[in-house]
T-cell receptor
């Protein structure tokens, strides 16, 4: 079946720097995408989402970019902080349908002091 | 965001026993809830979709007789792992979407199951 994948399994950045986490998806029918943050031993926490009729959406210190042409999704975190250290997952689904989320493999982000 | 609780947060059991995990939505009614399993250093895999008042829909490869799901009310869904074996040891996470339409899924804190 189709799945969502990630380019990098680990990413280390210096505190205060910006980080970019990438995700590739393969299901052209997906029209809703979400980024989740998961800290060790906890459930995923919603960060930001984007629908396929948009190519960019901004939140507080986070920006999600969607490129439907190449089926690519990215999460940008500005001015990273130690609390940003976690595993980040992208997920995709179709708005019409069973609402099932397909998760990517995850990227572990480490913020170095 | 919506608050979802799970109980217990961690459980250790002997092989062959059954374990029940509860998932509660605390401030929204949830007509649909989802159960995921996550093995160490892996992603979340959907196990089943739980619909209030009806039978759950299981993903391919997930044994419905082994993982019993009961969604008896709009705020409670339970997952029972029957005759647990060490390979069932995993992190089990529930989620739901408020309002029943595709929207943000809110996840519970997870339950760590260890089968000895």
């Amino acid at each position: 079946g189709e799945s969502v994948g990630l380019h990098l399994p680990t990413l280390s950045v210096q505190e205060g720097d910006n980080s970019i986490i990438n995700c590739a998806y393969s299901n052209s029918a997906s029209d809703y995408f979400i980024w989740y943050k998961q800290e060790s031993g906890k459930g995923p926490q919603f960060i930001i989402d984007i629908r396929s009729n948009m190519d960019k959406r901004q939140g507080q210190r986070v920006t999600v970019l969607l490129n439907k042409t190449v089926k690519h999704l990215s999460l940008q975190i500005a001015a990273t902080q130690p609390g940003d250290s976690a595993v980040y997952f992208c997920a995709e689904t179709a708005i019409q349908g069973a609402q099932k989320l397909v998760f990517g493999q995850g990227t572990r982000l480490t913020i170095n002091p | 965001g919506a608050v979802v609780s799970q109980h217990p947060s961690r459980v250790i059991c002997k092989s062959g026993t059954s374990v029940k995990i509860e998932c509660r939505s605390l401030d929204f009614q949830a007509t649909t809830m989802f159960w995921y399993r996550q093995f160490p250093k892996q992603s979340l895999m959907l196990m089943a979709t739980s619909n209030e008042g009806s039978k759950a829909t299981y993903e391919q490869g997930v044994e419905k007789d082994k993982f019993l799901i009961n969604h008896a009310s709009l705020t409670l869904s339970t997952l029972t792992v029957t005759s647990a074996h060490p390979e069932d040891s995993s992190f089990y996470i529930c989620s739901f979407t408020p309002g029943g339409h595709t929207d943000t899924q809110y996840f519970g804190p997870g339950t760590r199951l260890t089968v000895l």
